[in-house]
């Protein structure tokens, strides 16, 4: 206690300010900074399978197993909970793109085209359907991909080639919805079976929304909707660019 108060005398209160106690900010990580902007680098740049890893999405079981194999060091699970959230990464859901998408085609077409159609259905007392296909594959992954926050991961879709089973569906500005499943190949055949129930269950003309799909633009299904130009509840189809230029049918 005299030398704290000798040392208070001769050099002032600086000198006798208590010290931080305990483990400081850094002590006993195991990566290097240059490790860790590694890491870093490769969760943000691919995805697990991207590297021929057992993941489809990045999670703490993932970057621990990458951290393993890059840097020769096995973390806890909790440890690389740690590291992600010292990095500023979060678990989040990942958004779906097509890799053919145009963002400026898309927006291009919903100013100066798609007002165009919103009028004529307006004039002809129709109602505007948005129709798309889909499928549920074997290989479909479904999880939250580790990436930093308010950067939401892209998993780009990938075509599915196993078992599936296909749905046709449309929604109108209304929200109203139809749908059909198809336990078989997608093809002009099922595009007109729906195309049939659609406009008999409809209760005013129909113009539908679709993208570029060949399918849409066959020539079996050029005919059945010209064919149903005048019927009571008429189809007219505008097949739009969405992920490429379309065309009107």
């Known amino acids: 206690m005299r030398g704290v108060i000798d040392r208070y005398e001769r050099d002032g209160a600086a000198t006798v300010k208590p010290t931080l106690r305990g ?45 393993e194999r890059e840097c020769g060091i096995r973390l806890s699970v909790r440890g690389v909970g740690n590291c992600l959230k010292r990095w500023g990464f979060t678990p989040q859901k990942p958004i779906k793109k097509a890799y053919g998408q145009r963002p400026e085609a898309v927006q291009n077409w919903l100013d100066n085209e798609y007002p165009a159609i919103e009028q004529r259905a307006k004039a002809e007392g129709a109602e505007i359907h948005w129709g798309d296909e889909t499928a549920v594959v074997n290989t479909d992954e479904r999880g939250r991909s580790y990436a930093p926050a308010c950067k939401t991961p892209v998993a780009f879709a990938v075509g599915g080639t196993r078992q599936k089973l296909s749905m046709v569906a449309t929604v109108t500005n209304q929200g109203k919805t139809r749908w059909m499943i198809i336990d078989e190949a997608f ?34 299904v050029k005919k059945w909707v010209e064919g149903h130009k005048k019927n009571r509840v008429v189809l007219s189809a505008q097949l739009k660019p969405w992920a490429k230029p379309g065309r009107e049918a």
């Open 23 to 67: 483990r400081q900010g850094g002590d006993g990580r195991h990566l290097t900074g240059e490790q860790e902007r590694l890491v870093r680098k490769i969760i943000c740049g691919k995805r697990p399978e991207q590297l021929k890893m057992e993941f489809a999405l990045w999670n703490r079981a993932a970057v621990m197993q990458l951290i």
């Open 187 to 220: 093809n002009s055949d099922k595009l007109i079976e729906f195309l049939e129930a659609l406009t008999q269950d409809a209760a005013k003309k129909v113009f539908l929304i679709l993208d570029n799909l060949r399918v849409h633009r066959s020539k079996p």
